[in-house]
């Protein structure tokens, strides 16, 4: 026999439990949910401080401070501010709160959660232009060697190896799955997940498809590009005799510039990439990493040489795929717990694994329906982009 009554939080949780299995990206990467939004009197504005990993510099030899230089611990932090509103706004009748909660969720909410989900992915899949790392094969079918060569960058990089993700756009996942079938999980192992696209583990990833990934149309650069000056450092880049203005999301290399081992500082032989980002003009790219040749947060073999040049992957205003290697420190997202009003009909928020939701309903005497909405306040911010890699194919 049906329910007859709906309660406030009975949807609110079926709401993000929907909610919650829709978002494969976001579901997968670090969630900080934060209370102090919610207190009154203790709020903390829009912005969160995601505190990032101190770096040291190794003595050798007895003499305290390896002759002098002893390490600051240096408390070092990104913003993240939470500050985007997405809802859905309902509108339902006193017939449809007699259903029972299942076919309410079927009917209503389903869809409702998977239209703002959707756009809550696709906000945060926006971040794929802070990360610099990038697998090489566009216009070419993804294979597992092209998976396996972005393991190795996130291994070289010494990312964690619990949480690791392979999140593929549709078109690499035709590309994996037909030639790796055989690989991935029994269906009884993929059914006991809660996560839309899950395909199943290998290679040390779990697999997720999403249709929600988007292409990156590389900028009109054309070889040219050269370092206009030697000793650079820092987020700035100075160039010179190039034509077409990179994009932001453009991924470079500098020729002899190479990255180094995050520990022990020496050279691994291996370009390091960079990615660039707003405002690039043809003189000046905005760059990161920024070049750091020294020190704790050295990042490079030393600094691009005069006249060296600049290297562009791909082909120039050509667009190619991305997917996504990633552990889940390489981003963060945060929601916040939205003010509950007085005198509405009734109204719940309730907080799922990290993400906070508010649902509010009026009754509409004249028509005899209840005005509703769900809202979410989220905010994301990639914290270590060090931690994934771009997978370019076709």
Not at 41 to 67: F, H
Not at 131 to 147: K, P, W
Not at 299 to 317: K, L, Q, R, Y
Request: glycine share 10%; hydrophobic share 40%; proline share 5%.
């Amino acid at each position: 026999m049906p329910n007859t009554i709906l309660t406030a939080t009975a949807v609110t949780r079926e709401a993000l439990r929907v909610l919650h299995q829709k978002l494969n990206f976001v579901g997968t990467i670090t969630r900080d949910y934060d209370d102090r939004f919610a207190q009154t009197g203790a709020k903390v504005g829009d912005t969160l401080k995601v505190r990032l990993p101190n770096q040291y510099v190794v003595r050798t030899g007895a003499p305290l401070g390896n002759g002098g230089t002893l390490n600051d611990t240096t408390e070092s932090s990104v913003d993240l501010k939470v500050q985007t509103q997405k809802g859905v706004d309902l509108n339902f009748t006193s017939v449809d709160l007699t259903m029972a909660l299942d076919d309410f969720s079927e009917r209503i909410l389903e869809p409702a959660m998977s239209v703002l989900a959707a756009n809550i992915e696709a906000d945060a899949m926006t971040m794929y232009k802070d990360v610099y790392n990038q697998v090489d094969n566009q216009g070419a079918a993804a294979t597992l060697t092209h998976v396996l060569r972005g393991r190795k960058i996130l291994v070289d990089n010494l990312a964690p190896l619990n949480g690791r993700t392979c999140n593929l756009n549709t078109q690499d996942n035709l590309d994996l799955v037909d030639g790796l079938k055989g690989l991935f999980n029994d269906k009884a192992t993929i059914s006991k997940q809660n996560r839309e696209g899950y395909m199943g583990r290998t290679a040390g990833f779990d697999f997720l498809e999403n249709t929600l990934w988007p292409s990156h149309t590389r900028g009109p650069s054309n070889a040219g590009f050269i370092v206009n000056g030697a000793g650079q450092s820092g987020a700035t880049l100075t160039v010179s005799t190039g034509t077409g203005i990179p994009v932001a999301g453009d991924v470079i290399t500098i020729t002899g510039v190479f990255r180094v081992h995050p520990e022990t500082k020496q050279s691994t032989g291996q370009p390091q990439p960079f990615v660039i980002g707003a405002g690039a003009t043809l003189t000046s790219f905005p760059i990161s990493p920024a070049i750091v040749t020294s020190g704790a947060g050295q990042n490079v073999s030393g600094s691009p040489a005069a006249s060296a040049p600049v290297i562009f992957p791909g082909t120039a205003s050509t667009p190619y795929g991305i997917s996504m290697a990633y552990q889940k420190g390489a981003f963060a997202f945060a929601t916040a717990d939205m003010m509950m009003p007085n005198g509405v009909d009734f109204g719940s928020r309730e907080v799922f694994d990290g993400v906070s939701m508010r649902i509010l309903r009026q009754y509409d005497i004249n028509s005899d329906k209840f005005p509703c909405r769900l809202d979410v306040l989220y905010g994301f911010k990639t914290i270590r982009p060090q931690l994934a890699c771009r997978l370019a194919n076709k």
